[in-house]
């Protein structure tokens, strides 16, 4: 019996296999994949391009009905730059038009980009859209996995033909079917939440398990760049894991991360490219992959294979550690990038909470000191006062000659002005009527001030529903009585206008008059003697809101200021639960590919 006669008939499959990696465990061909990739990642156009001895065989997915093409074209002097290029990358600042011939019919004034499959084969692609640098990482992706899908698929076409296949053969089958199990587990699992940690254990474990090797490792560059931490490993002994290793030591990584691409060894100990290491010899390494996890800026890591055997590495093997080394880098960077995010707000978070303990703590002097002040008049100087008015009328009674008995009345008289002027002042002083809510402290304010005054004022708090809380209600009744004292003062106003409304989470507050208007911004600069309006938008800031003036000469002024009842929202909780949301999305977007 041949061997191909055991292989298993080609049956439908009972469910149409939709997701990537569904596609990818299925054993899909490279036609499908080029289709695949081009609904995927919604791309215009997307070929593969073969060279040859001067000649380039070109397999085209164009957006259209139509199934995968192929042709055979020139190459040209482009192709040959990206076959050198590690990394997927789009294609600016060269004369891209063979490029583009070789993805006609695309539209004018696409993008394009590309990634290498392996040293002849590179795949291009072309949309009307920009590429993202999520984007490039799929397209990265899509030449991995091609690259393991064309040799599959040639050795699956050797057995189909009946050709003889050696024990080898299929046990290369096999690796490479379970390589590919592994790059889209790892990929699942950075897509599912999966912690940094996780992952790495992860990728650690599945490269060991799947290439059968002693020794595995994922390192971290430590800051400064000589020593890396050892964050996961399997086969070394008690100690090495947790710890930090000098860069010297493992040249062979650090040639990974110097030059951002894989580095492949056969026998490190007699490798010209590197000087004997301590590290190595101790472990009796011999043959070895690292391949660099790169990182946002500078590169993470380095993910390594190590053999005390001499052991003859496959190009599979090699581009099997160097995707899931990217497919980990991508899952490191993203999960930094929350983390990152996540601090910085907490930060804000709790600066501007300073921000208002601080305006609390000043709030609060500032109100201790007018309670001071406004007790001293009330309890000393009224108090001298009326004891004076109660002297001047014995005096009076006792006088009798009309004119001295006039000039004690008038005497008197002034007296009473005077205690009257001060109450005025305690009752500017003191706050005591925001009990009854902003509103009705500021009509009683203007009550007391302009009782039958030459101003017509009106508040309206129609649209204030929710008051402020304690603290803020202060705030918020300082900042009105400054700008208030300032129409009283200044504007020569007939009619003043002030209105509160709740708004986005706070209080919106207008000061509106009708008088002589000014120059706002000039105002708003501190000047000697002239700190009102400085100190109004200073207090609104403090309380995380902000205050504006405008007005022009002749045509009256308003005062606008917001302030927050909460001073910043809570940083959001860690979301596995949002990320669990965008996969679930996602899975029903790719289903809907057909
Ligand atoms: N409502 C207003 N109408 C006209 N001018 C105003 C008004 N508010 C402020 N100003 C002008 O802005 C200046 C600065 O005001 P402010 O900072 O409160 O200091 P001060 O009241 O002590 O002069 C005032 O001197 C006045 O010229
Ligand atoms: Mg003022």
Redesign the pocket.
């Known amino acids: 019996m041949r061997f191909s006669d055991r292989l298993p008939a080609k049956t439908e499959p009972s469910r149409r296999p939709n997701t990537v990696s569904d596609r990818l465990k299925a054993g899909l061909d490279g036609a499908a994949l080029l289709l695949l990739a081009r609904r995927a990642l919604r791309l215009d156009a997307i070929a593969q391009c073969t060279v040859d001895e001067g000649w380039v065989d070109v397999k085209l997915a164009a957006k259209s009905r139509a199934p995968v093409s192929s042709s055979r074209t020139r190459t040209w002097p482009a192709l040959s730059r990206m076959l050198e290029e590690q990394e997927a990358h789009s294609l600016v600042g060269e004369d891209h038009s063979s490029t583009a011939a070789a993805l006609q019919p695309l539209p004018a004034g696409s993008s394009l980009a590309a990634a290498r499959v392996d040293d002849r084969t590179v795949i291009i692609a072309g949309r009307r859209g920009r590429f993202t640098a999520q984007d490039l990482r799929d397209l990265q992706l899509t030449a991995t996995a091609s690259g393991l899908v064309r040799r599959n698929q040639d050795l699956l076409a050797d057995l189909r033909r009946g050709a003889r296949v050696s024990s080898d053969t299929v046990r290369a089958l096999k690796l490479r079917n379970r390589q590919q199990h592994a790059i889209a587990e790892l990929g699942l699992m950075a897509s599912s939440g999966g912690s940094e940690e996780q992952l790495i254990e992860m990728a650690v474990d599945q490269v060991a398990d799947v290439l059968r090797v002693e020794f595995v490792k994922v390192i971290e560059a430590m800051p400064g760049g000589r020593t890396a931490r050892v964050r996961a490993g399997i086969g070394w002994p008690e100690g090495v894991v947790g710890s930090d290793i000098s860069m010297a030591d493992i040249p062979q990584a650090a040639l990974a991360m110097e030059t951002n691409r894989s580095a492949v060894v056969r026998n490190i100990q007699t490798d010209r490219r590197f000087k004997p290491s301590r590290f190595l010899i101790e472990h009796g390494i011999v043959s070895g992959i690292s391949s660099v996890i790169r990182g946002k800026t500078a590169p993470f890591g380095e993910l390594g294979v190590h053999s005390p055997r001499l052991r003859r590495f496959s190009r599979d093997d090699v581009n099997f550690v160097r995707a899931m080394a990217n497919t980990l880098a991508e899952a490191i960077t993203a999960r930094r990038a929350e983390t990152e995010l996540r601090s910085s707000l907490q930060a804000l978070h709790r600066t501007a909470e300073e921000r208002h303990r601080l305006m609390r703590r000043l709030v609060d002097a500032v109100e201790e000191e007018r309670k001071r002040i406004a007790g001293d008049v009330h309890d000393d100087y009224l108090q001298v006062l009326a004891a004076v008015t109660l002297r001047l009328g014995v005096l009076a009674r006792q006088i009798r000659d009309p004119a001295r008995k006039e000039m004690i009345g008038g005497l008197a008289q002034t007296v009473e002005t005077a205690s009257n002027r001060l109450r005025g002042l305690i009752f500017e002083l003191r706050a005591d009527a925001l009990q009854d809510g902003l509103a009705a402290a500021l009509r009683s304010y203007l009550a007391e001030i302009w009782e039958g005054g030459p101003v017509t004022w009106s508040v309206n708090d129609e649209k204030l529903t929710d008051d402020p809380p304690p603290d803020l209600r202060l705030v918020a009744y300082r900042i009105c009585q400054?700008?208030i004292?300032?129409?009283r003062?200044?504007?020569?106003?007939s009619r003043m206008a002030i209105t509160l409304a709740n708004v986005d989470g706070g209080l919106l507050a207008g000061?509106a008059?009708n008088?002589?208007?000014?120059?706002?911004k000039?105002?708003?600069r501190p000047?000697p003697?002239?700190?009102?309006?400085?100190?109004?938008r200073e207090r609104a800031e403090l309380a995380s809101g902000w205050l504006r003036?405008k007005?022009r000469i002749g045509k009256?002024?308003n005062?606008e200021f917001w302030i927050p009842f909460e001073a910043v929202p809570e940083p959001p909780m860690p979301r596995p639960e949002a990320r669990r949301a965008r996969q679930r999305k996602r899975n029903r977007a790719e289903s809907a590919i057909d």
Not at 529 to 536: E, F, P, R, Y
């Open positions: 400054e700008a004292s300032n129409v003062k200044h504007s020569g106003a000061i008059d008088g002589a208007g000014f120059d706002a000039a105002h708003l000047q003697g002239h700190l009102g309006l400085v100190a109004m003036v007005s009256g002024s005062v």
